[in-house]
C-alpha cells in the first residue's frame, strides 16, 4: 500500500504540488494524469524519494520516504521521464551496474540481469552502446532496469511517451503483465491508455488533485456518454427530426460529414430505442450507428480548466 498525505512541493513561491492525498493498493494500476505543468512528475519524484516534499508525508507498504528512504527505495522500481541511462554503456553493463546497486552479486546478478533481459526482449541488443538504441529499445532498458529487483512498486513517468504505435503496444502489455500482483503508478497525457492499462485514474491541475475514479466512471461522466452516432445516406430534414426526441439533449453535426448526426442524450438517459423506432419510421438507409462509452478527452478539459480545478479543490 502506498499512502500519500497532504502532499506538497513548492519552488521558492510556486506551488508545483499543493496537498494531494491518496492511497494506492496492490493490484491498482494507476493512471497519473494532467496537462503539461500540472505537477505529476514533481509527485512521482516525490514518492520514489528524490524530492523531498515540502510538506506532506508519502509512505511505502509502512516506510516513510523521507525518514526510512532506504526500505522505501528497497520496494520501489522507478522510470524517470524519458528513460534516461548511460548511454556510453551497453544494455547489459547498464544493468550489471544497476544490478549491483542494488546489492546483488555473483550467480544471483547475472541471473537477475538475465532474467529482465529475456522479459524485456533485450537479447538482440545487450552489446550495444544504449546511445545507438531505438527509443522503443532505450524505454525497455529503463523499464528493465526498474524491475530489476521485482519490485513490489512501479512508478513509470510517462512510459511510452515518444513511441511509434507498436512500440506503444509492446510496452502497454508489458505493464499489463508486470502489473498483476505489483502497486503500479503511470503518468501519461496520452488518454488512450488510461483505458488501454490502467484501472484506476487520478487527474492532477495546477497541483491539486481533481478527480479519483475508475476509468469508465470517468467516461461517464462525459456528455458524449451514451451518445447515438449516426450516419446515413441521405441527410436532408434528418437534423430537426433527430433534435425533436423526448430524450436528446442536442444534436451536433459532424465535422466529417454532414450527414453523420452525434445525438447527445439528456443526463442519465438512453436515446438508442427512440433512434432506432426513427430509423425504421423514416425508412432513412444507415451507413453508421454505434452508442459511445464516453470521451476521456472532454472528461480531461472539463476537469483541467481552472475554474472546474478550482471549484473541485
Ligand atoms: N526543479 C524545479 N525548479 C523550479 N520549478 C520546477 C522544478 N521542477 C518542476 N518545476 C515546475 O513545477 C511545475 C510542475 O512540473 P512537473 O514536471 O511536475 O509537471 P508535469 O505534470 O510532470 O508536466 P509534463 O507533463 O510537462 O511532464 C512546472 O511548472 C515546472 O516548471
Known amino acids: 500500500m502506498i499512502k500519500i498525505d497532504n502532499l506538497s512541493k513548492a519552488f521558492g513561491s510556486f506551488k508545483a504540488v499543493d496537498g494531494i492525498s491518496f492511497n494506492v493498493a496492490a493490484g491498482e494500476v494507476l493512471g497519473f494524469l494532467g496537462p503539461n505543468g500540472a505537477g505529476k512528475s514533481t509527485t512521482m519524484k516525490m514518492i520514489c524519494g528524490f524530492l523531498t516534499p515540502t510538506a506532506g508525508s508519502v509512505s511505502v507498504c509502512g516506510h516513510d520516504v ?9 520496494l520501489i522500481g522507478y522510470l524517470p521521464e524519458g528513460a534516461p541511462a548511460y548511454a556510453d554503456m551497453t544494455p547489459l553493463q547498464y544493468l550489471n551496474f544497476i ?3 542494488r546489492g546483488y552479486k555473483g550467480g544471483v546478478k547475472a541471473a537477475r540481469v538475465q532474467a529482465v533481459v529475456e522479459q524485456l526482449a533485450l537479447k538482440s ?6 546511445e545507438e538504441l531505438s527509443k522503443g529499445f532505450k524505454r525497455r532498458v529503463g523499464i528493465a532496469q526498474a524491475i530489476l529487483h521485482d519490485p513490489k512498486v512501479l512508478i513509470l513517468d510517462e512510459p511510452t511517451d515518444g513511441l511509434d ?7 502497454r502489455n508489458l505493464i499489463k503483465n508486470l502489473s498483476k500482483d505489483k502497486i503500479v503508478i503511470i503518468s501519461t497525457h496520452i488518454l488512450e491508455e488510461v483505458s488501454a492499462v490502467c484501472n484506476r485514474a487520478i487527474i492532477i491541475s495546477q497541483g491539486k488533485l481533481v478527480a479519483d475514479e475508475k476509468p469508465a466512471e470517468l467516461e461517464a461522466r462525459s456528455r458524449y456518454h451514451h451518445a447515438v452516432t449516426l450516419q446515413l ?16 439533449e442536442d444534436v451536433e453535426v459532424s465535422p466529417e460529414s ?7 442524450p439528456k443526463s442519465g438517459e438512453d436515446v438508442f430505442p427512440a433512434v432506432n423506432n426513427l430509423i425504421k419510421e423514416k425508412g432513412w438507409v444507415v451507413e453508421q450507428l454505434f452508442v459511445e462509452r464516453g470521451r ?18
Do not use: W, Y
Not at 66 to 74: I, S
Not at 125 to 130: M, Q, S, T
Not at 165 to 171: D, G, I, T
Open 165 to 171: 504505435p507498436n512500440q506503444k503496444h509492446q510496452v
Open 296 to 313: 476521456l478527452d472532454d472528461v480531461f478539459r472539463n476537469v483541467t480548466t481552472s475554474k472546474q480545478a478550482e471549484e473541485v479543490a
Open 125 to 130: 541488443v545487450v552489446n550495444r552502446r544504449i
Open 233 to 248: 445516406q441521405q441527410g436532408e430534414d434528418v437534423l430537426n427530426a433527430l433534435k425533436q426526441l423526448d430524450l436528446v
Open 99 to 101: 544490478a549491483e546497486v
Open 258 to 264: 454532414d450527414r453523420c448526426f452525434i445525438l447527445i
Open 66 to 74: 523521507v525518514k526510512e528512504p532506504l526500505k522505501a527505495k528497497e
